[in-house]
């Protein structure tokens, strides 16, 4: 982004919730939230965050393309996402999780 090279960003993903696809299919959403501070402010936010919903497949697509254009930093596998059918077992169909920051 031209002229937010200075800004910091907090990106987490805080809960997961059930949606359904184009079809009618059951899929798993997760919630980023991403938070702006502009360079030099010490302050927080005292905005929301924004926030997208994403599916896991979204998440692989981007880690690809990460680790395609950095692959010097996606050598420590630490980075890699969890394995997708992982995620699913951290609730129940009609429960909300909350995961782990990366």
Do not use: C
Not at 24 to 49: C, I, K, M
């Amino acid at each position: 982004m031209p002229g937010h090279s200075n800004w910091r960003y907090t990106v987490n993903i805080p809960l997961w919730i059930l949606g359904k696809d184009s079809e009618g299919e059951s899929v798993a959403l997760y919630r980023v939230n991403v938070l702006l501070q502009p360079p030099d402010s010490t302050e927080l936010p005292r905005q929301p965050p924004f926030f997208v919903l994403r599916r896991y497949s979204q998440f692989r697509q981007l880690h690809n393309e990460l680790k395609a254009q950095f692959a010097d930093l996606f050598k420590d596998r630490s980075l890699a996402p969890p394995p997708k059918h992982t995620l699913a077992a951290l609730g129940g169909a009609t429960q909300q999780k909350e995961l782990l920051d990366r």
